[in-house]
């Protein structure tokens, strides 16, 4: 069993202290430390193997690799840049055309979770005997990884990253997380994102994938590291139509005291804590929000049903309105 002190540095314990007071909020992100990993891996096989976000992502990914993959036909070596990399299975794809089209890869999964670079590095060198991969722990909210892209172009090599997951709707600021990318990138690097669309057919049914067991494992894991446990709390997923956005919380069901690092406080009864959000965009709204931080959309592609989408986009430079 994890303990809480091999869990968090003491930045993250006031990241954490300030979100649980001030924001009646558990940022996602450390779900995925610790044991958390084993739970979203489980996630992550469950949705591959059923009608799931993974499997929908890996189908419309196979089905234009290609078209993703032009841009570097011409190119010696890639850096496969995989942001919040989880288990690292859906950029395999990416890796695996590369290869068979004699391009030198190299995989830098990017991840604050420890235990999720460890399993992303194991299965791409289970998949890809002789890879060479270069884990990156680091939190990707803080700021922009613009010295990690400038060393890997050293040798010569081009870089693509990749978010995938529908990780981008897991923020409160997209936009800045945008940012974030957008000032680590040069102009002749590219980034592929793929996210869930919502439109009047699947919204019925977007709360509903959030509200199984392997959900709430994986979301009650922080709470019962500090002393919430789940049988003293009622989970709940919802969707929220003025934010556009699955809403996970629990409502305590009676008083808590709350243990982080040091510090020792009371959470009443009848609080709710947000867990986790996952917006839904629509294909306007994601152009509009990649073009007002600072990308320009090279190619875009959904499923039949337009329920997921990928966008490529690419840094724009600077040019003076005339």
């Known amino acids: 069993m994890w303990q809480q002190k091999n869990m968090f540095s003491r930045l993250q314990e006031s990241e954490l202290i300030i979100a649980l007071n001030g924001r009646g909020e558990i940022p996602l992100k450390f779900a995925y430390l610790g044991n958390g990993a084993r739970h979203w891996d489980a996630i992550a096989q469950s949705r591959q193997k059923t009608k799931g976000i993974n499997k929908m992502e890996n189908e419309l990914l196979e089905s234009k690799i290609d078209f993703f993959l032009n841009s570097y036909k011409n190119t010696k070596k890639v850096n496969v840049i995989d942001i919040g990399c989880g288990n690292g299975i859906p950029t395999f794809p990416i890796i695996k055309r590369l290869l068979e089209n004699k391009i030198s890869c190299r995989y830098v999964p990017i991840d604050i979770s420890q235990e999720m670079l460890t399993l992303a590095e194991k299965n791409a060198k289970c998949v890809f005997k002789n890879i060479e991969v270069m884990p990156i722990h680091f939190d990707y909210e803080q700021g922009n990884f613009s010295d990690l892209i400038y060393n890997l172009k050293q040798d010569g090599s081009k870089s693509l990253l990749v978010f995938f997951g529908s990780t981008l709707g897991n923020h409160s600021s997209t936009n800045r997380i945008l940012m974030n990318f957008r000032n680590s990138m040069t102009s002749s690097d590219f980034l592929i994102i793929g996210v869930e669309l919502a ?91 990649l073009l007002d931080s600072g990308f320009r959309t090279e190619i875009f592609t959904t499923t039949p049903d337009r329920s997921y989408m990928m966008i490529m986009v690419q840094p724009t430079k600077y040019q003076a309105d005339e």
């Open 199 to 289: 439109n009047n057919l699947n919204i019925p049914k977007i709360a509903q994938k959030y509200a199984g067991k392997l959900d709430k494992d994986f979301l009650c894991y922080i709470p019962s590291l500090i002393n919430i446990p789940s049988k003293g709390t009622k989970y709940d997923s919802i969707w929220n139509s003025e934010r556009n956005r699955v809403e996970m919380s629990i409502t305590l069901l009676k008083d808590s005291t709350v243990k982080i690092g040091n510090d020792v406080f009371v959470l009443n009864k009848g609080e709710q804590i947000l867990l986790a959000q996952s917006t839904k965009f629509n294909e306007p709204l994601l152009v509009k929000l």
